[in-house]
Antibody, heavy 120, light 107 residues
Framework: EVQLLESGGGLVQPGGSLRLSCAAS????????VSWVRQAPGKGLEWVSS????????YYADSVKGRFTISRDNSKDTLYLQMNSLRAEDTAVYFC?????????????WGRGTLVSVSS | EIVMTQSPATLSVSPGERATLSCRAS??????LGWYQQKPGQAPRLFIY???ARASGIPARFSGSGSGTEFTLTISSLQSEDFAVYYC?????????FGGGTKVEIK
């Protein structure tokens, strides 16, 4: 059974940093690009970042480029998101997501999410 | 960036009726479109990819159509479990982008 379990969320002050983790199981982690998608309270979905299976290619939304860094440790089947210079508008539930085998860029498995709150 | 526009924002439908949700892309995305359902407090669930292919376990009453810039998700006969928010997502270009969502509510 595919499982994705995010952790690392919490309350942080503006300008602060946070590192999210996503532990994956039940599939060949190295074979898939994986992504972070976020959802601000009461709002829609926003793609944040993706990383290729071996980690050689990364992609970012303009809203986080230069502040967030996606990475992965394939020996631990774990995805990370290092978030620096956090802003109030980064407040959201952050989901990690696995792409489906058909399209490779729609997401057929999602974690439950971890809440990041940026506030003073 | 490709902007995805969904309409209507809210759709009021009676159980058993047909629902038609629209998604428009700001430029052509071929058939590189997915649809998701999200219920309160839950992660999204993939329903459609490739504009018209149903994901695993998705009932046949859900169908997707369209290509280029205009797409439709049709629910042929709404069941109680179908009342939720639906999002479209394009994956033709980076950055990946989602529509703002359509809430399907009970009339």
């Amino acid at each position: 059974e595919v499982q994705l379990l995010e952790s690392g969320g919490g309350l942080v002050q503006p300008g602060g940093s946070l590192r999210l983790s996503c532990a994956a199981s039940g599939f060949s982690f190295t074979s898939y690009a994986v992504s972070w998608v976020r959802q601000a309270p009461g709002k829609g979905l926003e793609w944040v970042s993706s990383i290729s299976g071996i980690g050689d290619r990364t992609y970012y939304a303009d809203s986080v480029k230069g502040r967030f860094t996606i990475s992965r440790d394939n020996s631990k089947d774990t995805l990370y998101l290092q978030m620096n210079s956090l802003r109030a508008e980064d407040t959201a539930v952050y989901f990690c997501a696995k792409p489906d085998s058909g399209s490779h860029h729609t997401f057929d498995y999602w974690g439950r999410g971890t809440l990041v709150s940026v506030s003073s | 960036e490709i902007v995805m526009t969904q309409s209507p924002a809210t759709l009021s439908v009676s159980p058993g009726e047909r629902a038609t949700l629209s998604c428009r892309a700001s430029q052509s995305i071929s058939s590189n479109l997915g649809w998701y359902q999200q219920k309160p407090g839950q992660a999204p669930r993939l329903f459609i990819y490739g504009a018209s292919a149903r994901a695993s376990g998705i009932p046949a009453r859900f169908s997707g159509s369209g290509s280029g810039t205009e797409f439709t998700l049709t629910i042929s006969s709404l069941q109680s479990e179908d009342f939720a928010v639906y999002y479209c997502q394009q994956y033709n270009n980076w950055p990946l982008t989602f529509g703002g969502g359509t809430k399907v509510e009970i009339k």
